[in-house]
Nanobody, 119 residues
């Protein structure tokens, strides 16, 4: 059974940075495709970034391209999201998610961590 726990959220001023981390309790972490999603109040949950099992293939939403970086450490069973140049519209609950077969929609979700960008 895969369990995901996010950390690193908080309040930051516009233009600031935050680093989110997701720790996975999974013996097969290296075969999981990992994603970060977010959901703002009144909005649907949206995919922010994803990283394949090797860590070499990454995809980003247009709204975060060039500002956010996803990375994974298969030795530590973690996936991080470095968020720079944050904007108020980045305010949302951020969720870590895993596709346990390495492809397709995510099957496992974390509990989420709040990110608030405000002055």
């Amino acid at each position: 059974q895969v369990r995901l726990v996010e950390s690193g959220g908080g309040l930051v001023q516009p233009g600031g940075s935050l680093r989110l981390s997701c720790a996975a309790s999974a013996s097969n972490f290296r075969v999981l495709r990992m994603d970060w999603y977010r959901q703002a109040p009144g909005n649907q949950r949206e995919l922010v970034a994803s990283i394949d099992v090797t860590g070499r293939r990454k995809n980003y939403a247009d709204s975060v391209q060039g500002r956010f970086t996803i990375s994974r450490d298969n030795a530590k069973n973690t996936v991080d999201l470095q968020m720079n140049s944050l904007k108020p519209e980045d305010t949302a609950v951020y969720y870590c998610a895993a596709a346990i077969r390495g492809f397709g929609p995510p099957n496992v979700w974390g509990q989420g961590t709040q990110v608030t960008v405000s002055s």
